[in-house]
């Protein structure tokens, strides 16, 4: 099981700046079609500045999170191999773009168990500013640890 003293931990803070690359080939791989996700004229006939963030983009952005900020992970018992995604909720407040330098701020807010004690869900909540301190989104998602 979980350590549970890991609630209100939080992570080491990091940052991301998208480009237009990622930005299009996200938007591509989750079948988005509207063009102000790809083409800065249609974004910008749209009153965008550059490219838009695609729909959970977000999400993906977590891989650019340092390596070396996952050493709780092993503090609370927690073993890669037995952790997957459970859900993942996005509550946004502003539009970022392309260029844009996203902070992240995240933090353990709860730990249960189910299945008496055979899983684990870790959920994690991440505020999300970008370089003029700006509120873009809030970040919750789960991860299931199978303990057995």
Same mark, same amino acid.
């Given at each position: 099981?979980?350590?549970?003293?890991?609630?209100?931990?939080?992570?080491?803070?990091?940052?991301?700046?998208?480009?237009?690359?990622?930005?299009? &080939?996200?938007?591509?791989?989750?079948?988005?079609?509207?063009?102000?996700? &790809?083409?800065?004229? !249609?974004?910008?006939?749209?009153?965008?500045?550059?490219l838009p963030l695609p729909?959970?983009?977000?999400f993906s952005a977590e891989?650019?999170?340092? !390596?070396?900020? *996952?050493?709780?992970?092993?503090? !609370?018992?927690?073993?890669?191999?037995?952790?997957?995604?459970g859900e993942q909720s &996005?509550?946004?407040?502003?539009?970022?773009?392309?260029?844009?330098?996203?902070?992240?701020?995240?933090?353990?807010?709860?730990?249960?168990?189910?299945?008496?004690?055979?899983?684990?869900?870790?959920?994690?909540?991440?505020?999300?500013?970008?370089?003029? *301190?700006?509120?873009? !989104?809030?970040?919750?998602?789960?991860?299931?640890?199978?303990?057995?």
């Amino acid at each position: 099981m979980i350590d549970k003293s890991i609630i209100g931990l939080e992570l080491p803070p990091f940052s991301h700046k998208p480009d237009a690359n990622q930005l299009r &080939f996200f938007a591509k791989a989750i079948g988005e079609t509207d063009p102000v996700y &790809f083409d800065e004229s !249609a974004a910008a006939e749209a009153g965008h500045p550059a490219l838009p963030l695609p729909p959970t983009y977000l999400f993906s952005a977590e891989i650019y999170r340092p !390596a070396s900020h *996952g050493a709780w992970r092993e503090k !609370a018992g927690i073993t890669l191999q037995r952790m997957l995604h459970g859900e993942q909720s &996005f509550t946004y407040r502003a539009m970022a773009y392309a260029g844009d330098t996203l902070h992240f701020a995240t933090k353990v807010i709860d730990v249960y168990d189910k299945k008496e004690g055979a899983l684990s869900f870790v959920v994690l909540e991440s505020r999300i500013t970008n370089q003029r *301190g700006e509120h873009v !989104a809030d970040v919750r998602k789960s991860m299931v640890h199978r303990n057995r």
